[in-house]
């Protein structure tokens, strides 16, 4: 246990240095204040006033952004240090393998999950100053949606680096895979369901078998409960798991695809070639 968070604590040192992630961070704390200069918070839109409307517009942009960096930034960890020959001294210190695969993943998953935290704690802190009114419930469970996306794509990140022998690779992988997962949202699905007549629950179900179909809808059932802007496939996503249940679905589902991802990745690394 030791070992592995010194070599988490040695990630998040080496992150902190890098470039990427003071863009990063200036990404996320500069779309809360942009949200803030262009007053969200005194709008109002489908009967969400204040803090609420900052949320629900913050989650819609994080949703794109924060998928794509952290599988890219990710991807980079053991692909490059494997090109860097990082494992040929990493065989000689009396570090697991176990250790510094598990070391890097909590390291990074602090490192994604701070900013985008941070940036919702302060659109709270500046709420709470200006007196405006804070839904406690909708940031918990917001908090707790944008922690299991980074827990997903982090996994899935680990294993195709795992996978990658390049750099190179692991980066177009990692494209390929959001881009992928971006292609395959409500706009598919409906094409899919009118050209190939499908039936909708199988079409609903391959569509939620995509995280961030999942996200989308989780994200979307907070201010619009019977999810009206999906049309029909509402009715078989409400008749399977009802609202509470899916908002459950929507927390485990991603976060079991994270940690089986990074599961499978680390048997793959342990059972490789590591020089």
């Not at 695969?101 to 919702?120: D, E, N, Q």
């Not at 709420?127 to 997903?152: Q, R």
């Not at 991802?261 to 680390?266: E, L, Q």
Request: some cysteine.
């Amino acid at each position: 246990m030791k070992q592995l968070w010194l070599t988490a604590k040695l990630d998040i040192v080496e992150s902190l240095r890098a470039r990427w992630f003071q863009i990063y961070t200036l990404v996320f704390g500069g779309i809360v204040a942009l949200l803030f200069l262009f007053g969200l918070t005194e709008s109002r839109v489908l009967g969400f006033i204040g803090l609420s409307r900052l949320l629900v517009t913050y989650i819609q942009l994080t949703m794109a952004i924060l998928p794509i960096f952290v599988l890219i930034t990710t991807v980079r960890s053991v692909a490059g240090d494997r090109e860097a020959g990082v494992f040929e001294y990493l065989l000689s210190l009396p570090v697991s393998l176990s250790a510094w695969f598990w070391g890097k993943i909590v390291g990074r998953y602090i490192v994604v999950f701070a900013p985008v935290f941070l940036a919702m704690l302060g659109a709270v802190g500046w709420a709470s100053f200006k007196d405006i009114e804070v839904p406690w419930g909708m940031f918990g469970y917001y908090t707790a949606l944008l922690a299991t996306m980074a827990l997903c794509f982090l996994g899935i990140g680990m294993l195709i680096s795992a996978v990658a022998r390049s750099t190179d690779i692991a980066q177009g992988a990692a494209f390929m895979v959001w881009l992928t997962l971006l292609l395959f949202l409500d706009l598919i699905l409906l094409g899919v369901m009118i050209q190939g007549k499908v039936a909708p629950e199988v079409a609903v179900g391959l569509a939620l078998i995509n995280p961030l179909q999942v996200f989308r809808t989780a994200a979307l059932a907070l201010f619009d409960p019977q999810l009206i802007v999906l049309g029909p496939s509402a009715y078989v996503i409400l008749d399977t798991f009802g609202v509470a249940g899916y908002k459950v679905f929507a927390l485990a589902y991603p976060a079991a695809l994270g940690l089986l991802s990074a599961t499978i990745g680390y048997f793959l690394f342990r059972r490789g070639d590591l020089p």
